[in-house]
């Protein structure tokens, strides 16, 4: 199966911008609709935002609609998501996986390390 590395976390002030990057090894992406989700301590893992096969579309969570942007590389087998104005509720481990259309529930229930997001007031 195919394996998944989030990175490009870290530490920003709200207001501030990071891209993280998710990248696939073992198998292409390119058949799988792919999302984010994340997780803050003690809560469980949400949704955040969701593409297409192809990236022509695109779904967010309302609570980062407009603020964040989820784009797809296939040919570098990567997914990116673009967060600006961050908030400290953003604050999470953010993790990529496939998901199905247009639900976006997890098509498998196995996840990569993550990588941690943590805005400062």
């Known amino acids: 199966q195919v394996q998944l590395v989030e990175s490009g976390g870290g530490l920003v002030q709200a207001g501030g911008s990071l891209r993280l990057s998710c990248v696939a090894s073992g198998r292409t992406i390119s058949t799988y609709a792919m999302g984010w989700f994340r997780q803050a301590p003690g809560k469980e893992r949400e949704f955040v935002a969701a593409i297409s096969r192809s990236g022509t579309n695109t779904d967010y969570a309302d609570s980062v609609k407009g603020r964040f942007s989820i784009s797809r590389d296939n040919a570098k087998n990567t997914v990116f998501l673009q967060m600006n104005s961050l908030k400290p509720e953003d604050t999470a481990v953010y993790y990529c996986?496939?998901?199905?259309?247009?639900?976006?529930?997890?098509?498998?229930?196995?996840w990569g390390q993550g990588t941690q997001v943590t805005v400062s007031s």
């Open positions: 996986n496939a998901v199905y259309w247009p639900n976006y529930r997890p098509v498998r229930d196995s």
